[in-house]
């Protein structure tokens, strides 16, 4: 299986998959091709939440606002999936979450030819790179009797003679929100971690899906049982489902990332909220019920 995900839209992921079918019969699935244009971070948070869904894979992920440039092409493996995109820290999170540990991520460097365009890598290097991996593993599938397990994965990387380890790729992390409990301390990293009441919780708007939803990086549960918080000094409902409140009414909701939403029934929350990717945003609970 390959995966296909980029911010290409339409006609140019057409491009890609008939690279890969003249190497390979693999099938080939698209996460999808209208990621944020140019921003390898949101990109990043999707493909960090839908590629686990998938047994072991090729994903070949294009999201590469510096094509053209002496930007590395990467190829990362995590257990026994396989990345293949640009170095320029999209695959890194994406790649954390497929694998066991971290000890079980290593990453290689493409050795990139006189592609044919200095601006469609997605065809020219990455396509034919997943197709190629794709083909060598199901090669290696073929003589185990049975799917590669990570050690094989490596091994079969580590063979391939366009690949060499990549000593220094670039990642990308994702902001920790700042939480502040009574007896005064601020707690980053684990954040759902610390003694006393959460008092308020400083975090960052991480990504706005096409609906309108606020993700951001505060744990579901922090807001999680509470009736109302009050979002950036707005009262807010929290609520589980967009139906508990009324259509056009402004709620606080929990994803199905695990993370706090701020979100409209049948509306928008981003413009209902004035938020935008990057924003900081601050939750305070508030002790008034329903």
């Known amino acids: 299986m390959i995966t296909l995900a980029s911010d290409f839209g339409s006609p140019y992921p057409a491009a890609m998959k008939g690279v890969i079918r003249r190497h ?58 396989v990345i293949v995109a640009p170095d320029n820290g999209l695959a890194m999170p994406p790649a954390r979450a497929l694998a066991v540990d971290e000890s079980d991520v290593e990453t290689w460097t493409i050795a990139v030819d ?20 794709r083909t060598a593993l199901d090669d290696e599938l073929t003589a185990s009797d049975g799917a590669p397990d990570a050690d094989a994965v490596a091994e079969t990387l580590d063979a391939m003679d366009d690949l060499t380890p990549a000593s220094d790729p670039v990642d990308i992390s994702f902001p920790e929100p700042t939480v502040e409990r009574a007896e005064g301390s601020e707690v980053g990293g684990d954040a759902e971690d610390g003694d006393g009441d959460v008092i308020a919780v400083d975090g960052e708007v991480l990504a706005i899906d096409r609906f309108g939803n606020v993700i951001t990086n505060v744990p579901g549960e922090l807001v999680r049982g509470r009736d109302w918080v009050r979002v950036d000094g707005d009262l807010t409902p929290v609520a589980e489902t967009f139906g508990a409140v009324d259509p056009g009414e402004r709620l606080v909701t929990v994803g199905s990332h695990g993370y706090a939403e701020c979100d409209v029934n049948d509306g928008r929350g981003d413009g209902a909220f004035d938020l935008r990717p990057g924003d900081s945003v601050r939750f305070v609970p508030d002790s008034v019920s329903l």
């Open 114 to 133: 006189d592609p044919a365009s200095e601006t469609f890598h997605g065809r020219d290097v990455f396509a034919p790179t997943a197709a190629r991996i």
């Open 24 to 81: 390979t019969d693999a099938e080939m699935i698209d996460v999808a091709h209208d990621l944020p244009r140019g921003d390898p971070r949101a990109a990043a948070f999707w493909l960090r939440f839908v590629l686990p869904e998938f047994p072991p894979a090729v994903h070949c992920a294009v999201i590469d606002p510096g094509v053209g440039t002496d930007r590395d092409a990467l190829v990362v493996r995590a257990g026994a999936h």
